[in-house]
């Protein structure tokens, strides 16, 4: 059994930001931070080279949405106006089948604002909210990614432990750590 996630397209507005689906006229700013060597240095796909590779991870975003199997959100910076960062939420696998993960990034020019933490607070209580299945949501982050680290622990994931030599990066292979928040978890924190 797979989790369902809505068919229809998500909108959430948080404080600074608009949470939305992407469109094809994000592309520049797409490129403009997932070409960076700073912001992909812990991700676990390969920084943009060309703006054709920024077209063909759009491409691939649109269909997997349109197969409905993943939520992926741009992040509208409403002061800027610009889109500086994308969360999302996936169905890893069939083995767990109420759980989601949740990836994120963000440009480099917004760093250290706090806004991942609040991208992540409406997405992942959407999820909650929104789909009475769901069990589970984590996230991995390797072990030197000490600011996906302290998102992760701010909107309430605990630490679960090391997933010893899991990601490979232009030829250097890191441990990570696995987090999670558990619903119940979740609703005492956030809806007490
Ligand atoms: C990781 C990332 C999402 C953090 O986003 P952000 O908006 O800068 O994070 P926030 O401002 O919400 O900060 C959350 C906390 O992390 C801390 N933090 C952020 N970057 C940090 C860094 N490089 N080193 C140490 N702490 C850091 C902040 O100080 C804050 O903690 P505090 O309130 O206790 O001070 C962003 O740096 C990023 O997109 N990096 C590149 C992509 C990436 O690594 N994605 C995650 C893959 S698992």
């Known amino acids: 059994m797979t989790i369902e996630l809505p068919t229809k397209p998500v909108m959430l507005e948080t404080k600074r930001l608009i949470l939305r689906p992407f469109y094809s006229k994000d592309l520049p700013d797409l490129y403009d931070w997932a070409s960076s060597v700073n912001v992909t240095r812990y991700v676990n796909w390969d920084r943009h080279r060309t703006m054709d590779d920024t077209r063909e991870f759009f491409k691939i975003i649109q269909e997997l949405s349109e197969k409905n199997s993943l939520i992926f959100m741009a992040l509208q910076h409403k002061a800027s106006a610009k889109m500086v960062g994308s969360v999302g939420i996936f169905q890893r ?62 909107i309430g994931m605990q630490r679960e432990g090391v997933l010893r030599n899991f990601m490979e990066k232009d030829g250097q292979i890191y441990n990570s750590y696995m987090y999670s928040v558990l619903r119940n978890e979740w609703m005492s924190l956030h809806h007490p």
């Open 93 to 154: 696998s069939d083995l767990s089948r109420y759980t989601l993960e949740l990836g994120y990034c963000l440009s480099d020019q917004f760093w250290g604002q706090g806004i991942m933490v609040e991208a992540c607070l409406g997405l992942v209580d959407y999820s909650f909210l929104n789909m009475p299945y769901l069990q589970r949501v984590e996230a991995n982050c390797v072990v030197e990614n000490v600011g996906s680290r302290r998102v992760m622990e701010k």
